[in-house]
């Protein structure tokens, strides 16, 4: 078989899987508790941030992990056009983002944030004329 879906999901890498198997495991603890089994998950969940931030080159305070794409993309959309000028505010997204970002962005202007959504060629792509115009309004 051949699969070609890796945007939802792809195989698991068996060194990931080692590394993951003690949380499937003795370490299943909650990592926001007092606890000691939801400390010890704290530490491996700080340990991951620190390797993250690591390999970015960024500060450990910078890196924030989600339950997945969506919360991901709610989290940035609205995280940035918060910390814009209210006069500023503006989003531009294309006709093919992922479901999460159109709700997103629906969400957004309903909101009062003007989004922009921008056609796409028959092959898919924004073509950069029209991005520059929109840009520029």
Not at 43 to 59: E, F, G, I, K, M
Not at 72 to 77: E, F, H, R, T, W
Not at 102 to 124: K, Q, S
Request: charged content about 25%; aromatic content about 6%.
């Amino acid at each position: 078989m051949i699969y070609l879906d890796h945007a939802a999901t792809t195989p698991l890498d068996p060194s990931v899987l080692e590394e993951m198997l003690p949380f499937f495991g003795e370490l299943y603890g909650n990592p926001s508790t007092l606890y000691s089994l939801g400390q010890a998950a704290r530490s491996a969940v700080d340990t991951a941030r620190d390797r993250v931030a690591d390999l970015l080159n960024v500060p450990s305070r910078e890196i924030t992990f989600t339950s997945g794409g969506t919360e991901a993309d709610n989290l940035a959309l609205r995280g940035v056009l918060c910390e814009v000028r209210p006069d500023r505010r503006r989003l531009i997204v294309s006709s093919v983002e992922h479901e999460a970002v159109l709700d997103t962005a629906h969400f957004l202007e309903r909101h009062g944030i003007p989004v922009t959504v921008l056609p796409v060629d028959g092959d898919g792509t924004v073509q950069p004329d029209v991005l520059r115009k929109m840009i520029g309004t």
